[in-house]
């Protein structure tokens, strides 16, 4: 396993894993139980969207929890009268807002919104709002094609991992952007084919909406299949 970018909300890496299992833990991850905002009770709302487009919204924003705050579930108040944009942030309640900037709605002047938050724990298989990310995938490609392509293709992909084969080269398609389909249509715009052989090793791209790190949505994910798996052995074995 190797590390080839890691930020705030995303890591990319390759590893050598069966990509069945891989693909178990990329659906697993709907498993993971979050915290988002589940019922919104609006007493007062003279912006120009509907109540249930709010709602929509509201439930939409990421949360986690605050420090020394163990709870699955609390409780958000909003109450704005102001002209401009009402954001995430004005939001108050027992969880840390991710994003305090996404909009919500816009008020014009003496309009006012109001309205009290109920959350809820749940899983992203149950709603898109309980998603605490998402993963993606693709294997590490070999790419060979003739030298004649080294300038063009090293301008367009800088940083590609090239190797020289006689009278051929190879490209290593094995960062974090993808290059096949670059050099498959430089080649081919020349009337000519590229040679492309698919690696077992994969790329994985983890990405986190904010309510936790990339890394704990890979491993959470991975212990979610476990305890799975094992629940399901042990039901094997009592119908034995």
């Known amino acids: 396993m190797k590390k080839l970018e890691k930020t705030e909300n995303q890591i990319v890496f390759t590893a ?5 299992l891989t693909n178990s833990v990329r659906r697993y991850i709907s498993q993971i139980p979050v915290v988002a905002i589940d019922e919104v009770e609006i007493s007062k709302n003279d ?3 509907y109540d249930e487009t709010i709602a929509h919204r509201v439930g939409l924003i990421p949360l986690k929890s605050k420090k020394g705050n163990k709870k699955k579930q609390g409780k958000f108040k909003l109450e704005v009268k102001k002209e401009g944009i009402v954001y995430s942030g004005d939001l108050k309640g027992d969880f840390e807002i991710v994003y305090e900037k996404i909009p919500i709605t816009i008020l014009s002047n003496n309009q006012e919104l109001k309205f009290v938050a109920t959350t809820k724990t749940g899983k ?5 709002k309980f998603s605490p990310g998402l993963m993606f995938y693709r294997h590490i490609s070999e790419i060979t094609v003739d030298k004649d392509f080294y300038e063009e293709i090293r301008k367009v ?7 020289e084969k006689g009278n051929k080269m190879v490209i290593i398609d094995n960062g974090k952007k993808e290059v096949v389909d670059v050099c498959e249509g430089l080649v081919s715009k020349a009337g000519k084919k590229a040679d492309v052989e698919e690696k077992d090793e994969l790329v994985i791209t983890v990405e986190s909406f904010g309510q936790i ?7 959470r994910s991975i212990d979610t299949l476990k ?3 094992a629940s399901l ?3 094997i074995d009592k119908t034995i």
């Open 157 to 163: 992909c800088p940083a590609a991992e090239i190797e």
């Open 47 to 49: 912006s120009a969207l």
């Open 213 to 219: 790190s990339p890394e704990n949505v890979f491993l």
């Open 227 to 229: 305890k799975d798996l």
């Open 233 to 235: 052995t042990k039901s």
């Open 124 to 128: 992203g298989a149950e709603h898109a």
């Open 16 to 20: 050598e894993i069966p990509e069945t």
